[in-house]
């Protein structure tokens, strides 16, 4: 049983160091980009996470959410650093993702 924040931040911030990230690229949506699904060890996987071309001409990547009948976040990292973190892996995971399928698009070439 975890005795106080600290050691339940340091846990978390363990899992983020380790964590797999797949992007699946999505073609046929031009407002969607791709779909990401986080793996935590063995223990957790995460799927749902989006990126998309945000109107500031740089990416938005939303956790998974839900909709009725208005968008709910449906995972919630409490501590700002570490889902900053999160959100910078997806990201880098996305960019490697277009570098290895040979895709040079820049974020400004794709229509919002």
């Known amino acids: 049983m ?14 983020l160091e380790k964590a797999k990230i797949k992007i699946f690229l999505q ?9 990401a699904q986080i793996t935590l060890g063995d223990l957790i ?8 071309k945000s ?30 973190k999160l959100l910078d892996e997806i990201e880098r995971a996305y960019k490697n993702e277009l570098d290895e399928q040979g895709i040079s698009e820049s974020i400004e070439d794709i229509g919002f």
């Open 2 to 15: 975890m005795t106080n924040d600290n050691e339940a931040k340091e846990m978390a911030e363990r899992l």
């Open 55 to 84: 109107q500031y001409d740089d990416l938005w990547i939303q956790p998974p959410t839900y909709s009725p009948p208005k968008f709910y976040k449906s995972f919630f990292v409490k501590n700002k650093k570490i889902y900053k």
């Open 45 to 52: 996987e995460i799927n749902g996470f989006t990126i998309k």
């Open 27 to 35: 073609k046929n949506n031009p407002k969607l980009l791709a779909t």
